[in-house]
């Protein structure tokens, strides 16, 4: 999907290392189970779904936004990458 595409166009800007796990859950036969799983650890019901260090960010929205106010880089510094 485009909103997909945009955050790891976004991700791959800050050359991250490690780089982010990326799991395309639609090409998975559990995608499903996947999605209802992530729903309840994250309350966040849509793809992309970003989790750092355990803690759920959102989706691409909410992740352009955080870059937008400068936080998006120093939390990747704050999880050592």
Not at 33 to 52: A, D, G, Q, V, Y
Request: hydrophobic share 35%; charged share 30%.
């Amino acid at each position: 999907c485009r909103f997909s595409r945009k955050t790891k166009k976004l991700l791959e800007s800050y050359n991250l290392s490690p780089p982010p796990k990326i799991i395309e859950v639609d090409l998975r036969d559990d995608w499903d189970f996947i999605k209802l799983i992530l729903t309840r650890l994250t309350e966040h019901s849509t793809f992309p779904n970003i989790i750092l260090n355990g803690e759920g960010l959102g989706g691409n929205d909410e992740l352009h936004t955080l870059r937008a106010q400068g936080k998006l880089k120093k939390m990747f510094e704050n999880a050592g990458m």
